[in-house]
């Protein structure tokens, strides 16, 4: 006859809670954190108000100047600075962020 065995788990929100990965937990604000960190010496800069001014939010990265969104789509750029800074960032950083984020959430990046 088989033994039975019994597995008691927490629910997944109270495993999620201790490596810090609920919406809006420790690991998404890391997140967030890094890539505006990541992403400051991607955005056009002639003043440095549109970089310096930058918002974050629980999940996501406000440029909020008026001509930001101009910026964003229309930047000629010079050197590492110019449109679309987020996803050049990400193609150069992505791997280092993930890496950074898995630690925090006391995991690897595989």
């Excluded at 997140?31 to 992403?39: A, I, N, P, Q, W």
Aim: glycine share 10%.
């Amino acid at each position: 006859m088989a033994e039975k065995i019994k597995l008691q788990m927490d629910p997944a929100q109270k495993i999620l809670a201790k490596r810090g990965l609920q919406k809006g937990g420790s690991v998404q604000r890391f997140f967030t954190h890094e890539m505006r960190r990541k992403m400051d010496p991607y955005v056009p800069f002639l003043t440095g108000t549109l970089k310096n001014t930058a918002i974050e939010h629980e999940d996501s990265v406000e440029y909020g100047q008026p001509y930001a969104k101009r910026q964003y789509h229309e930047n000629k750029g010079k050197g590492l600075r110019g449109r679309e800074w987020d996803k050049r960032c990400w193609a150069d950083n992505g791997d280092s962020i993930l890496e950074s984020v898995a630690k925090m959430a006391g995991g690897k990046a595989e």
